[in-house]
T-cell receptor
Framework: IAGITQAPTSQILAAGRRMTLRCTQDMRHNAMYWYRQDLGLGLRLIHYSNTAGTTGKGEVPDGYSVSRANTDDFPLTLASAVPSQTSVYFC??????????????FGAGSRLTVL | KQEVTQIPAALSVPEGENLVLNCSFTDSAIYNLQWFRQDPGKGLTSLLL?????REQTSGRLNASLDKSSGRSTLYIAASQPGDSATYLCAPQRGKAAGNKLTFGGGTRVLVKP
């Protein structure tokens, strides 16, 4: 079934540890996104990528990094996790970032708890 | 900075009643607006996309209207069913100059009682 796969589904992490959330899509979409969802704050864009080899900062990029070595994969890395990064993280993709009509497809999410 | 507000935050209705979900946004310079559905513990599913040049979009029992000049969109769900229980989010999308980014509202949590 075509779509987005995120891993892990859930993770508990000690503060200060490094963590990479994985995201893979099989739809050959050129644009990919990482959002975090927090109660009372909604969904906020962390980083995005218009196409393989390029990335950009979203609304809340601090403490996170991404890479886009190929079309399918868009990992999100927390270099040194802090409790405020406890959240549910969603990866999304769309088939054209510049068309103005990009319907987003979302993954099921990764729930991260930083203690 | 685009700000998106959804009212009400929560809604509970008996089965069969029509649902009206409101979304307002501060920056009317949008390319399109999307409505999403989110089930508990799940990701978001796109329901409807309205282009900025359109006034409404329909899919089955769902109808979304857009008044770009006043910064408002409304999602109507006709003859609600218990399976419509979910959180509904709206997300206006800015144009190319703003990186085509979507800004999400906080959502309206809907409960349809059998």
């Amino acid at each position: 079934i075509a779509g987005i796969t995120q891993a892990p589904t859930s993770q508990i992490l000690a503060a200060g540890r490094r963590m990479t959330l994985r995201c893979t899509q099989d739809m050959r979409h050129n644009a990919m996104y990482w959002y975090r969802q927090d109660l009372g704050l909604g969904l906020r864009l962390i980083h995005y990528s218009n196409t393989a080899g390029t990335t950009g900062k979203g609304e809340v990029p601090d403490g996170y990094s991404v890479s886009r070595a190929n079309t399918d994969d868009f990992p999100l890395t927390l270099a040194s996790a802090v409790p405020s990064q406890t959240s549910v993280y969603f990866c999304a993709s769309s088939d054209s970032h510049f068309s103005g009509a990009n319907v987003l497809t979302f993954g099921a999410g990764s729930r991260l708890t930083v203690l | 900075k685009q700000e998106v507000t959804q009212i009400p935050a929560a809604l509970s209705v008996p089965e069969g009643e029509n649902l009206v979900l409101n979304c307002s946004f501060t920056d009317s310079a949008i390319y399109n607006l999307q409505w999403f559905r989110q089930d508990p513990g799940k990701g978001l599913t796109s329901l409807l996309l309205i282009q900025s040049s359109q006034r409404e979009q329909t899919s089955g029992r769902l109808n979304a209207s857009l008044d770009k000049s006043s910064g408002r969109s409304t999602l109507y769900i006709a003859a609600s069913q218990p399976g419509d229980s979910a959180t509904y989010l709206c997300a206006p999308q800015r144009g190319k100059a703003a990186g085509n980014k979507l800004t999400f509202g906080g959502g309206t949590r809907v409960l349809v009682k059998p």
